[in-house]
């Protein structure tokens, strides 16, 4: 019986999925303004944003064809663009670490995105990081998406745990 219920489950939420899995997706809502998450392509530009302003870079590590990835940012990510409460407090970036274009690693050196996701030792998408403006992290990263429900709180209180370290080593 438990086998059944899971394997329900496990279909209902590949129906779920398979929604964001179309790479043509378009948000569900579209009276909503658009927004479009940021592409980090000079890493270390985007550490002196984000040191020079005090902010934590709320990095997602993402994939071309990841599913889960679209669907973290439409449920999570694009909204909290859209709310403008983490505008003083979070410089939000995406990097495609399947993606074959140059650009800047934190060094300022021409790097790929797969090399920088390789240093940063991520080999799962989607993966939120949460960086200081040193590029270290200052909150535990959050791997994958297991239950969204909860995913909005799980975001809100890494970047609370950087912005207190942050904060200390700022005194």
Do not use: W
């Not at 060094?107 to 920088?116: A, L, N, Q, V």
Request: hydrophobic share 40%; glycine share 8%; aromatic share 8%.
């Amino acid at each position: 019986m438990k086998i059944f219920i899971f394997l329900i489950l496990l279909a209902l939420s590949g129906l779920t999925l398979a929604q964001y899995s179309d790479s043509g997706y378009e948000e569900p809502d579209e009276l909503l303004p658009k927004v479009n998450i940021v592409e980090l392509t000079d890493f270390q530009q985007t550490l002196s944003e984000a040191k020079r302003d005090g902010k934590i870079i709320l990095l997602e590590m993402s994939a071309t064809d990841c599913g889960y990835c679209r669907m973290l940012e439409a449920e999570i990510i694009k909204p909290m663009l859209r709310s403008g409460d983490y505008d003083k407090n979070v410089l939000i970036r995406r990097l495609h670490i399947d993606s074959y274009d140059l650009m800047k690693n934190k060094y300022g050196k021409d790097s790929t995105p797969t090399e920088i996701a390789r240093e940063l030792g991520v080999y799962v998408t989607p993966t939120l990081l949460f960086l200081n403006g040193d590029g270290i992290e200052v909150s535990k990263r959050i791997l994958g998406v297991n239950t969204l429900e909860f995913y909005g709180g799980y975001v809100d209180q890494a970047l609370e745990e950087g912005l207190q370290t942050l904060n200390k080593h700022l005194r």
